[in-house]
């Protein structure tokens, strides 16, 4: 009888748990895309942010919702655990950007176990579902420091990693030499030896950073100007034409 109530008892909490689960950590509908590095088609430039949510946040958005572009924020899970941090995360959602997982404290995945890293995601995609009520479907690590086996366990809760193929170097700010004219600069010296025919991007960029702030809408122009849309991450790892 007692065994038989045990028995009971531990299957009702494992349907506890199992419910529980699935309520806060949906797996995205989309199919899982490995790595990217770059878009799957050419013209296309895929602006990221990562690090947020920041106090910055209304500033980018307004700016990209300014000239009509959406973007991807790479957001940093314990920081929603603050209220003002949700209402800027919100801000992102609210305006159709999209949100992926950056990692629970910016903790260098080289670092870490197996068991750390996925504790690393799981944390965060719970805490992005509860309070934006977002479902990742990427996961970048922090530092862009990844390998075969440490991204295993990332690719084991089938998320892909998405790294970048063009960084603004933004977060050189405290250089005296490097102020937001540089970081535009950086980026049209390498749009200028491009083809939208044949290359893409995606860039990194820091909503921490004011020397990209300055020069967001200017980097947004100068994108179009070389011939290049400016798309989500989805966009970026999906589309098969231009």
């Known amino acids: 009888m007692r065994v038989k109530l045990l028995v009971t008892l531990l299957s009702s909490i494992f349907l506890t748990i199992s419910s529980a689960s699935a309520e806060y950590y949906p797996k ?37 919702d300014s000239h009509n572009v959406k973007a991807t924020f790479f957001m940093v899970g314990r920081k929603l655990e603050k209220q003002r941090h949700i209402d800027e995360g919100l801000l992102a959602v609210n305006s159709g950007h999209q ?15 197996n068991e750390q890293i996925s504790s690393q995601v799981d944390r965060t995609n719970e805490i992005l579902w509860k309070t934006l009520g977002v479902i990742p479907r990427f996961v970048r690590p922090p530092y862009g420091r990844i ?46 030896k491009s083809s939208p025919s044949e290359d893409s991007f995606v860039i990194l960029l820091h909503d921490f950073s004011d020397t990209s702030i300055e020069e967001l809408g200017n980097i947004i122009v100068t994108i179009k100007a070389h011939g290049y849309s400016v798309v989500n991450l989805d966009t970026c790892a999906d589309r098969k034409t231009h």
């Open 28 to 64: 995205p509908e989309q199919r899982m895309v490995p790595l990217v590095l770059e878009c799957r088609s050419p013209g296309m430039v895929a602006l990221t942010f990562d690090d947020g949510p920041s106090e910055n946040y209304a500033q980018v958005i307004n700016t990209l």
């Open 99 to 113: 949100i992926e997982n950056h990692g629970w404290d910016h903790s260098d995945f080289y670092t870490l176990s």
């Open 147 to 192: 390998d075969v086996p440490k991204a295993m366990p990332v690719w084991d809760m089938d998320y892909g990693i998405a790294l970048w193929n063009l960084d603004s170097k933004d977060y050189r700010r405290t250089s005296f030499s490097w102020g937001p004219d540089k970081v535009l600069e950086n980026i049209e010296d390498i749009l200028d």
